[in-house]
């Protein structure tokens, strides 16, 4: 059974940093596309980083551009999301996705698998 289980959100001061993680078991992921969404409340989940199944190429959503980086360890199956110099408007829940195929998306329907999701919070 593939799980995606997302670590690494909480409180945190406007400016601060986090470093998100999601751990995928059940199948090796190394040559699929994965991503990072987020949904804040009231709003739809909303896209956030993307990263291809070799992890040489990398996409983002503007309002997170030169703030946010995705990368991923695939011996750990692992990928992460380090968010720097966050606003209170990255308060959301963010979802960890995982693509059956290498090419990223900046759409949710085609990632097949999905985390749990986990809260980050940022405080103005």
């Known amino acids: 059974q593939v799980q995606l289980v997302e670590s690494g959100g909480g409180l945190v001061q406007a400016g601060g940093s986090l470093r998100l993680s999601c751990a995928a078991s059940g199948r090796t992921f190394a040559s699929n596309a994965m991503a990072w969404f987020r949904e804040a409340p009231g709003k739809e989940r909303e896209f956030v980083a993307a990263?291809?199944?070799?992890?040489?190429?990398?996409y983002y959503a503007d309002t997170v551009k030169g703030r946010f980086t995705i990368s991923r360890d695939n011996a750990k199956n692992t990928v992460y999301l380090q968010m720097n110099s966050l606003k209170p408007e990255d308060t959301a829940v963010y979802y960890c996705?995982?693509?059956?195929?290498?090419?990223?998306?900046?759409?949710?329907?085609?990632?097949?698998?999905w985390g749990q999701g986990t809260q980050v919070t940022v405080s103005s």
């Open positions: 990263i291809s199944g070799s992890g040489g190429s990398t």
């Open positions: 996705a995982a693509r059956k195929t290498w090419k990223m998306s900046i759409f949710d329907h085609p990632y097949d698998y």
